[in-house]
């Protein structure tokens, strides 16, 4: 069973910067894809980026945060620690995000209905 448990959201004027960490255990996600996603009220769930474990460390980008998100991660022996640096905020970004993994496939495509396991959520609210 893979345990995932975000931290670092907050509120931020637009401009800010934060950055979110996930707590990854139970080593079932390697080889595989560590995403972002992010919901906001009433909108559907959004891959924001990926990062492909147990390899290339290859990431990838929703269009929407590409030069403005950068995706890392840290891993070895069954754990990772996941970050998501958020720079140059916008209103737009406010969101619920989410970490998640447990899928094994293209990670640049970020299905989330694919993805098995999901942390909590971790609240990210940017102000005009």
């Known amino acids: 069973q893979v345990q995932l448990v975000e931290s670092g959201g907050g509120s931020v004027q637009a401009g800010g910067s934060l950055r979110l960490s996930c707590a990854v255990s139970g080593g079932a996600y390697f080889g595989g894809c560590l995403t972002w996603f992010r919901q906001a009220p009433g909108k559907e769930r959004e891959g924001v980026a990926s990062?492909?474990?147990?390899?290339?460390?290859?990431?990838?980008?929703a269009e929407s945060v590409k030069g403005r998100f950068t995706i890392s991660a840290d891993d070895g022996n069954g754990r990772a620690t996941l970050f998501l640096q958020m720079d140059s905020l916008k209103p737009e970004d406010t969101a619920m995000y989410y970490c998640?993994?447990?899928?094994?496939?293209?990670?640049?495509?970020?299905?989330?209905?694919?993805?098995?396991?999901w942390g909590q959520g971790t609240q990210v609210t940017v102000s005009s």
């Open positions: 990062i492909q474990t147990g390899g290339s460390g290859t990431t990838y980008y």
């Open positions: 998640a993994t447990g899928y094994f496939g293209v990670c640049e495509y970020m299905p989330a209905q694919r993805h098995r396991y």
